[in-house]
């Protein structure tokens, strides 16, 4: 397989700081905007390439961020 073609897997922490969000936002954007995840595990992994493609198509554009969210 090609290394080019394998997508990176990110966990919360890594998709946080990838999308410029606060920790209360990634479980947001799984809840209510389907943000495409897996559970390995306990822990979620996220494909940054699909990460990047919700914002791109603006399907987490309407997730409410709170002051906590604001504060890294």
Do not use: C, K, V, W
């Given at each position: 397989m090609?290394?080019?073609s394998v997508d990176k897997w990110?966990?919360?922490n890594e998709v946080k700081e990838y999308l410029g969000i606060?920790?209360?936002t990634v479980p947001k954007c799984l809840n209510k905007r389907?943000?495409?995840a897996y559970k390995v595990g306990r822990f979620w992994?996220?494909?940054i390439s699909e990460t990047?493609?919700?914002i791109r198509t603006g399907g987490a554009a309407?997730?409410?961020t709170t002051e906590k969210d604001t504060d890294a």
């Open positions: 090609n290394e080019e990110a966990d919360s606060g920790r209360e389907g943000m495409p992994r996220f494909g990047g493609e919700l309407t997730i409410e």
